[in-house]
């Protein structure tokens, strides 16, 4: 891996999370990939990679090149597969063939562990593994990325129940070094996963009740998605898991206690930040959330008895999963 100069990179997705880090990997100066199949990468190769950037309100056009598959014998400086949590296994053999020494799995992930094990079964060479979550939101009309993000974007990652080795951090963190994007290392990416899972799901079953429209959400509801999110974290503090990033259990608690979290989450859905961040997203990523909550389930069946009575209720709000699936659910 080169720790100076340009770096070859692939991105192995092209959904808004892969759009906006490959868009910061081409504005870091690194020479980039993305890996497209079908409609998506006749859109690319037509129109190059176009990302509406909803809160900075500026539109940005790359053109990295755009690719099926890695060519025979090619290789790559560092791999970033970005695609939906259900999908993630389905690529896992494609990942361990590319000839890199570092891929980072980016996106909700409940099935790490499995992932992990199923990929050194079936890298040829050494190769290492990072997790990692990207802060963006949003979808996609007619070929353009419709990205909502603060700042200039950040990306959470670490080893799955350590950190990463320093040499891996410089390396990464070169990739990145001519942008602002922040790198946020994590002592271990499966508690921050299920920690992150805690809050988005409950904000995901109040969005499909409302019928993906939070303009709709109450203050009251807002108080609730909140106090389920809470119920969510001691569950996995009884299961044994760090709640991650640090105080962000206390918040929700002190938000409940002081009104805050509960008026700005409720202030938040009345703008375009909740309505791309979570109505968009989860009418674009129904199989993912549904996966992700039958995840949660089995996580649950740790501790059956654990009381989640404001969590259950805002579950029980929703349609059932077939019926939201007719709805929204995409090809």
Request: net charge positive; hydrophobic share 40%.
């Amino acid at each position: 891996m080169k720790v100076d100069g340009q770096m070859k990179v692939l991105v192995y997705g092209a959904g808004v999370i892969g759009c906006f880090l490959a868009h910061t990997l081409c504005e870091a100066g690194q020479e980039v990939s993305i890996l497209a199949r079908g409609k998506r990468r006749e859109e690319l190769e037509s129109s190059g990679l176009v990302i509406r950037h909803s809160l900075q309100k500026k539109t940005t056009v790359d053109h990295p090149r755009i690719i099926g598959a890695p060519g025979e014998g090619e290789k790559f400086d560092m791999v970033f597969a970005t695609v939906q949590y259900q999908q993630i296994s389905g690529i896992i053999a494609d990942l361990a063939a590319i000839d890199t020494p570092l891929v980072t799995l980016v996106g909700n992930n409940m099935s790490a562990s499995d992932n992990e094990k199923l990929f050194r079964r079936l890298s040829k060479n050494e190769k290492k593994l990072l997790f990692g979550f990207q802060a963006t939101a949003g979808g996609r009309v007619d070929g353009i990325a419709q990205c909502v993000r603060f700042g200039s974007g950040s990306l959470s990652l670490g080893g799955l129940r350590e950190g990463a080795p320093n040499d891996i951090k410089e390396i990464i963190s070169n990739a990145f070094s001519r942008t602002k994007y922040e790198l946020k290392w994590v002592d271990g990416m499966d508690a921050w996963y299920k920690s992150h899972l805690a809050l988005i799901l409950p904000v995901s079953y109040l969005c499909y009740a409302l019928g993906c429209d939070l303009r709709q959400a109450t203050l009251l509801q807002c108080r609730q998605a909140l106090e389920a999110a809470g119920e969510a974290c001691g569950l996995l503090k009884t299961l044994g898991y760090p709640i991650l990033p640090e105080g962000s259990e206390s918040a929700y608690r002190m938000g409940l206690k002081r009104g805050v979290a509960s008026l700005g989450m409720f202030a938040a859905t009345k703008t375009s930040i909740g309505e791309l961040a979570a109505s968009e997203h989860c009418k674009n990523a129904v199989v993912e959330m549904r996966a992700l909550d039958e995840a949660f389930a089995c996580l649950r069946k740790g501790a059956p008895n654990y009381p989640m009575p404001a969590f259950d209720a805002l579950r029980a709000f929703m349609p059932n999963w077939e019926d939201i699936c007719r709805v929204y659910a995409r090809a």
